[in-house]
């Protein structure tokens, strides 16, 4: 499977974002999908997660309450909704996905990979 993800952008404190990741090659109901972010000098990290079946969702403490993660499947498409966003929500943000994920939140669990998308929250 294939992934690339948009949208991506600049945002002041306090505004939203929707980041999107396509599939293509294959249905995105045969894997579970995670979204990482990763900012300079920093181990890329779990943000949320959704599983192959879309019935069970996972998210970082970080970000309950403000991002949530769903996915379209006639769109072949996962996405994170951002909101009320914070200058430490900066970071490039990546999709993953795997068909059987050790762990939803290990980075090391997810075979397949796409090219990621900036985020900047100014404050």
């Known amino acids: 499977v294939q992934l690339v993800e948009s949208g991506g952008g600049l945002v002041q404190a306090g505004g939203s974002l929707r980041l999107s990741c396509a599939a293509s090659g294959r249905p995105v109901s045969n894997y579970a999908v995670g979204w990482f972010h990763q900012s300079p000098g920093k181990e890329r990290e779990f943000v949320a997660a959704?599983?192959?079946?879309?019935?069970?969702?996972y998210y970082a403490d970080s970000v309950k309450g403000r991002l949530t993660i769903s996915r379209d499947t006639a769109k072949n498409t996962v996405y994170l909704q951002m909101n009320s966003l914070k200058p430490e929500d900066t970071a490039v943000y990546y999709c993953?996905?795997?068909?059987?994920?050790?762990?939803?939140?290990?980075?090391?669990?997810?075979?397949?990979w796409g090219q990621g998308t900036q985020v900047t929250v100014s404050s």
């Open positions: 959704i599983s192959w079946s879309g019935g069970s969702t």
């Open positions: 993953a996905a795997d068909s059987d994920p050790m762990g939803y939140g290990q980075a090391s669990s997810y075979h397949y």
